[in-house]
């Protein structure tokens, strides 16, 4: 048994190995003598910025505060498990916070991709070779946005190119399932998904409860639509089929946890000043426009109303209790990303992320199976397996044409994928590491030095992150009347701060006053210590 579950892992490995491209990508040096993070994309720093708030105030705290609000005082509010899972790794380990974000990354891949393989075995089976292709097209079939980007661009401009010309965010909005891996965090949030959603497949409805309640934990949207999904496929199930194989402790689980989820982020979150004006940067209309969904969702929306055609075929498909979850999986998938037709739109392109793409698959995966048996019998040799080669190539288009750009001569090395630190920045950042500097505020006229500062050393920055800084705009307005014309607020002259400002713009005018003082210099960057005024009043040290 061991053995034969060895096997399962090393076929996930083997699944989840074409995320590696990425990042070997990622790792080849950039422009200059800038060299990778382990952070391919601006907001993965963030998730190492929190898992370090932990541990920052020098003792373990279970609760975190927002490591992007310049006051140490904020408030620690927030819990995550696998933020906490990260803080505890880099609390073990003192690796890199970017090493540690790619390892936990593979990890959660192949985890993810094991969880899938489970999945799919209880829905579709893996005994024939139809369904061991159908299993390669649910881990990274797509739709037809590539393709469609394709012919668009050829009829309109006359030349190849235009992948992701209806694909959102140059494709990193990840609208079907495998490319989710991508992202360590993704992946783990689809793997607890797609566990628990088995767990409701096989009856283990206490366990799926507890998975649900980490899910709800960990994110805010994805959290959301798990509940939002088993509160409707239960309501149903209990009480309008009344059908007894579903709890109704688990519907009343499930609710229970939607009203906490509903609450934590809505009620007892937005009762904080600083995150009621993180709600309002979070505003944000995200949408998804109906020239990419369609495409994305083409060929496994296809599949799936083949299956439920006619009357008489959709009464047998929807007799099955795991065919109505899948389509409750669907419809609250797909109000939730087009919320915006009903409510002030918050992001709804977070609730996409390759959910409906796999409810829809499902509800369509025994269409799809009878046609790969049916190309592959013998009776259709040779034609057939090349018919299925076909349909198989159809399904993976999106995600060939994905990857297939970040390799030569599509690619170029120097080219900047991911977060990349130069080597003085490097020095920048372990010098501020230092313990001497706990308790500074932080002043930078990098930007990219004032949000990874929070990753790599315990200080706070007045501005950080674009949308986890409290009151962004002002912040940034403040910086750059600073830099400018060395404007301190009275709230900086109470502080003990460093100011991280660029070499080679000669001696600025807040650094002639008595209280600077030059503290570290590189080709790069010069930094200031400034003393707070009621240091200078009769005290000789930095107040922290």
């Avoid at 989840?16 to 070997?24: C, G, T, W």
């Avoid at 969904?293 to 008489?312: H, N, S, T």
Wanted: aromatic share 14%; hydrophobic share 50%; net charge positive.
């Amino acid at each position: 048994m061991v053995r034969n579950e060895l096997r399962w892992w090393a076929l996930s490995l083997l699944l989840a190995s074409p995320v590696a491209l990425i990042y070997l990508c990622h790792l080849q040096d950039g422009p200059g003598d800038r060299t990778a993070t382990g952070f391919i994309q601006y907001d993965m720093p963030y998730y190492m910025a929190n898992a370090r708030e932990h541990f920052d105030s020098g003792h373990f705290c279970l609760f975190y505060g927002n490591p992007f609000s310049p006051r140490y005082g904020t408030p620690a509010i927030y819990f995550q498990p696998l933020i906490l899972a990260l803080g505890l790794l880099w609390r073990a380990t003192g690796a890199d916070p970017g090493m540690i974000f790619m390892a936990f990354g593979a990890v959660a891949a192949v985890a993810c991709v094991r969880v899938a393989i489970a999945l799919y075995r209880e829905v579709v089976g893996l005994e024939s070779p139809a369904q061991g292709l159908g299993l390669i097209a649910f881990l990274w079939g797509g739709g037809l946005l590539g393709l469609s980007g394709l012919v668009y661009t050829l009829v309109t401009e006359h030349r190849l190119g235009g992948i992701y010309t209806f694909d959102p965010g140059e494709g990193w909005w990840f609208l079907n399932f495998g490319r989710n891996l991508i992202y360590p965090t993704e992946a783990a949030y689809h793997a607890l998904f797609l566990g628990c959603m088995l767990l409701v497949l096989r009856g283990r409805y206490t366990a799926a409860a507890v998975v649900a309640l980490v899910v709800s934990l960990s994110h805010p949207f994805t959290g959301l639509q798990l509940l939002a999904i088993l509160a409707a496929w239960a309501a149903f199930e209990v009480h309008f089929l009344e059908d007894r194989a579903v709890p109704r402790r688990f519907l009343r689980a499930i609710l229970g946890l939607l009203g906490l989820h509903l609450g934590y982020y809505l009620v007892f979150l937005k009762s904080f000043p600083e995150h009621r004006a993180l709600m309002t940067q979070w505003e944000l209309p995200w949408t998804i426009e109906a020239r990419s969904f369609l495409p994305a969702d083409l060929l496994v929306g296809g599949l799936a109303f083949w299956a439920f055609r006619r009357f008489r075929l959709a009464r047998g498909f929807f007799a099955s209790a795991r065919n109505r979850l899948f389509l409750a999986w669907f419809l609250v998938s797909f109000a939730l990303a087009n919320h915006e037709f009903a409510f002030k739109p918050v992001q709804p392109l977070h609730f996409t992320r390759g959910y409906e793409w796999m409810a829809l698959f499902l509800m369509g995966s025994g269409t799809l199976i009878v046609l790969l048996s049916r190309l592959l019998a013998p009776v259709r040799k040779p034609l057939g397996p090349l018919g299925a080669g076909l349909v198989l190539a159809l399904f993976l288009s999106d995600n060939v044409l994905f990857f297939g750009s970040f390799m030569p001569p599509f690619f170029a090395a120097d080219s900047g994928l991911g977060m990349k630190l130069s080597r003085d920045q490097r020095e920048l950042l372990s010098w501020l590491n230092a313990h001497e500097h706990r308790g500074f505020l932080l002043l930078s006229q990098d930007p990219e030095i004032g949000y990874l500062a929070t990753v790599y050393t315990p200080l706070r920055s007045w501005y950080s992150h674009w949308a986890n800084t409290p009151m962004i705009r002002r912040r940034i307005s403040e910086l750059d009347r600073f830099f400018a014309s060395g404007q301190l607020l009275p709230y900086w002259k109470r502080k003990p701060l460093l100011v991280v400002s660029l070499a080679g713009q000669g001696q600025p005018s807040w650094a002639a006053s008595g209280r600077a003082m030059e503290v570290f210099r590189n080709r790069t960057y010069n930094v200031f210590r400034l003393i707070p005024e009621r240091a200078m009043a009769g005290r000789d040290q930095v107040v922290r």
